[in-house]
Nanobody, 116 residues
Framework: EVQLVESGGGMVQPGGSLRLSCAAS????????MSWVRQAPGKGPEWVSG????????YYVDSVKGRFTISRDNHLKTVTLQMSSLKPEDTAVYYC?????????WGQGTQVTVSS
């Protein structure tokens, strides 16, 4: 059974930090490009960050550059999103997403709320 299980979400004050993790199982994780996608209340999904299969190339939406860092561990089959200097506009459900040749896998999401 394919599973992507996110953890690490929660509530944090503006300027704070959170570390999201996604644990993968049931598929060849190291062959998949991994991403984080978020969806804020009342808005459509927004791609946030991606990382290639080997972890050597990372990508970010402009609004999080310099604040978020994506990484992966192919041995542990995990992908992590370190988020710092969080802003209220970062509030959303964050989803872990894996893609390879048209095959997509999604996690169930973890809520991140940035509020004072």
């Amino acid at each position: 059974e394919v599973q992507l299980v996110e953890s690490g979400g929660g509530m944090v004050q503006p300027g704070g930090s959170l570390r999201l993790s996604c644990a993968a199982s049931g598929f060849s994780f190291s062959s998949y490009h991994m991403s984080w996608v978020r969806q804020a209340p009342g808005k459509g999904p927004e791609w946030v960050s991606g990382i290639n299969t080997g972890g050597g190339s990372t990508y970010y939406v402009d609004s999080v550059k310099g604040r978020f860092t994506i990484s992966r561990d192919n041995h542990l089959k995990t992908v992590t999103l370190q988020m710092s200097s969080l802003k209220p506009e970062d509030t959303a459900v964050y989803y872990c997403y894996g893609k390879q040749s048209g095959v997509d896998y999604w996690g169930q999401g973890t809520q991140v709320t940035v509020s004072s």
